[in-house]
C-alpha cells in the first residue's frame, strides 16, 4: 500500500469516525490566542480557542455551543468556524461594493432611510445610527444574512446573526447592540487575520 493512498484510508476513517481524532498533533496556540493545528492535510488551519466553563466543559467563543471534550469542540470548530481565509478573500470581505449593492436602510417597504452601508465596516457604523425601526426591520426579515452571503460572501457572520434571531430580546435597543457588537467584532477579526497573513 503506497502512502498516497494510507493517508486517503486514515482521512476517510477519521471522517467517519473511525479513528479517534487527536487534539495535539503539532498544534499550539499563535499569537491571537487561537489554537492552530497541524493535523496531516490540514496545515495552517485556525480555530478560536474555546472558553473553559466551570463543570469542564468547552464553550464555543463564536456560537457560544457547550462540548464535554476538547476533541468534540475541535470537530465542531473545524466543521463551522475554520478561519483560513486566503489575503484575498479578506480584502474581497472588507472590500466596499458599488453603491447600488449597498445595504440601504428602510424602516417599512418603500420608506427608505437615506442611508446605505458600502461594506463591513460602515454597517456595523450605520446599524448604531439608523432609526431602531430599520434595524428590527431589517433584523426580522433576514436583511443582513442576505446581503452578507448575496453581496459579501461572508457566510460565518450570516450564521452569527442567525443566531442571534434565534434568542429573545428584552428591548429593540438590546437587539441594535448585539447586532452591532456582533458586526464589529466580525470586522476585527477578518482585519487582524488580514495583518498576520501581511
Not at 17 to 40: H, M, Q
Not at 92 to 98: K, Q
Not at 113 to 142: C, M, W, Y
Request: aromatic share 8%; glycine share 4%; hydrophobic share 40%.
Amino acid at each position: 500500500m503506497n502512502n498516497a493512498f494510507k493517508k486517503m484510508v486514515v482521512t476517510a476513517k477519521r471522517f467517519l469516525g473511525v479513528i479517534e481524532f487527536k487534539i495535539n498533533p503539532g498544534s499550539n496556540i499563535n499569537k491571537d490566542n487561537d489554537l492552530r493545528t497541524a493535523t496531516p492535510g490540514m496545515l495552517n488551519v485556525d480555530i478560536p480557542e474555546p472558553k473553559m466553563l466551570e463543570k469542564g466543559e468547552f464553550q464555543c467563543p463564536i456560537c457560544d455551543r457547550t462540548f464535554n471534550s476538547k476533541e468534540d469542540y475541535l470537530s465542531h470548530a473545524m466543521a463551522h468556524h475554520q478561519m483560513t481565509h486566503s489575503k484575498t478573500e479578506l480584502q474581497v470581505l472588507l472590500a466596499s461594493v458599488p453603491y447600488e449593492k449597498g445595504f440601504h436602510f428602510f424602516t417599512e417597504p418603500g420608506k427608505y432611510t437615506g442611508i446605505t452601508a458600502i461594506s463591513l465596516d460602515e454597517l456595523a457604523a450605520k446599524i448604531n445610527i439608523v432609526p431602531v425601526e430599520s434595524v428590527i426591520f431589517h433584523f426580522q426579515r433576514g436583511d443582513y444574512q442576505k446581503w452578507l452571503i448575496e453581496v459579501i460572501g461572508d457566510e460565518e457572520l450570516a450564521k452569527r446573526i442567525d443566531k442571534i434571531r434565534e434568542t429573545e430580546w428584552a428591548s429593540a435597543d438590546s437587539v441594535r447592540n448585539v447586532l452591532f457588537q456582533t458586526v464589529q467584532k466580525a470586522v476585527s477579526e477578518l482585519k487582524e487575520s488580514l495583518q498576520q497573513i501581511s
